[in-house]
């Protein structure tokens, strides 16, 4: 595969990453089948594996340690932390409390020294951006943590996070991981322009849409269904009008795929990369066979003619269901922000 550089950081990636949220309890719980999947990856040319501390609470890191042993040197390895980590007020969040605390189990599940790319997994607005920053920038200077990157956070914050960071001599995210699919395509209203004004690099996760995309989602089929969709219900639910939305959406993308000789799969992946402002686009299989599918997308360009054809079933900009966004401000998802107390 060739290589794209990763922001300004000089350190060159390929045009896919292997995220590996679906190793483990939430997707494929065989350790051996998803180390399977990881040596594949590296031998087709990707050496960009992400994860998170949060995906099967562990679990995944723990696969991905494992697999990368002897074959660490080859990889950019990236993980994140934000979320709920077992039980406990402080188990979770953007606290420097918390964050020091996690990356020591992060690099115990990795079996690790170092992690390329730590990211911060959502936005925490109970804590300033100032205190995380703080925190990270240490990690870098120990050597614990080469660089550091945000994930699914509103272009407003990434701009703060940037002025924080020069303002206080802190080291600034030099990436951003956003949902960026042909269903949600939100973040090319402001993230994206935002991330190549700042020269940051771009990991998009989901571009399969959570599967929507995979060419099983087509009309007069019985939708399939998944540990993803039971535990994501909002996203799949087809009593949702957004959701009946989406399906139509892909409905008429795999007519399109099917008229210009392709498969839907690498379109959807195709089209993700093709943005100027992507640096490498984030593919989870669960399986070989899956991996193997999608692979070839790196290569494929779409013509003037298809992406037109593709705006014009869901136009730029645009997010069919809201909660494909990855994130919902407090100011959105919690009523008394915007009422007067009573």
């Known amino acids: 595969m060739d290589h794209r550089t990763l922001g300004t950081t ?69 993980t994140k932390a934000h ?85 206080r001599g802190r080291e600034r995210f030099v990436t951003e991981q956003p949902p960026y699919s042909i269903l949600a395509r939100g973040i090319e209203t402001e993230v994206l322009p935002v991330t190549q004004r700042h020269g940051m690099g771009v990991l998009p996760w989901s571009p399969l849409a959570g599967g929507w995309l995979s060419g099983r989602y087509r009309k007069g089929t019985d939708a399939p269904t998944s540990g993803r969709a039971a535990r994501m219900p909002a996203r799949y639910d087809l009593a949702d009008p957004a959701n009946r939305a989406k399906l139509d959406a892909a409905d008429a993308l795999g007519k399109l795929a099917d008229e210009h ?43 003037t003619e298809v992406l037109d054809a593709i705006d014009d079933i869901v136009a730029p900009g645009t997010t069919v269901n809201a909660t494909d966004a990855g994130y919902a401000p407090p100011s959105l998802s919690d009523a008394t922000l915007r009422r007067h107390r009573r």
């Open 261 to 303: 000789g392709m498969s839907l799969v690498h379109m959807a992946i195709a089209f993700v990369l093709e943005h100027p402002g992507v640096t490498s686009a984030i593919i989870g299989p669960r399986t070989v066979e899956q991996l193997t599918s999608q692979l070839d997308a790196a290569d494929l360009q779409l013509s």
């Open 10 to 78: 000089g350190v060159k990636v390929s045009p896919l990453c292997l995220g590996a949220m679906m190793f483990g309890a939430w997707g494929n719980p065989d350790h051996d089948d998803s180390i399977a999947v990881v040596h594949a990856a590296l031998d087709a040319g990707i050496n960009v594996v992400d994860t998170a501390d949060v995906y099967s609470q562990g679990e995944s890191e723990v696969i991905v340690g494992k697999a990368l042993q002897g074959r660490r040197d080859e990889v950019v390895l990236a």
């Open 83 to 167: 979320a709920q980590m077992g039980e406990g007020a402080n188990r979770s969040g953007n606290s420097r409390r918390w964050i020091v605390q996690e990356v020591e189990s992060s690099l115990r599940r990795l079996q690790t020294d170092w992690i390329d790319l730590y990211q911060i997994h959502r936005p925490d607005p109970s804590t300033a951006i100032d205190e995380t920053l703080g925190a990270l920038t240490d990690l870098v200077r120990a050597g614990k943590v080469r660089y550091i990157g945000s994930s699914t956070f509103p272009a407003g914050e990434i701009v703060e996070a940037q002025w924080v960071a020069e303002k």
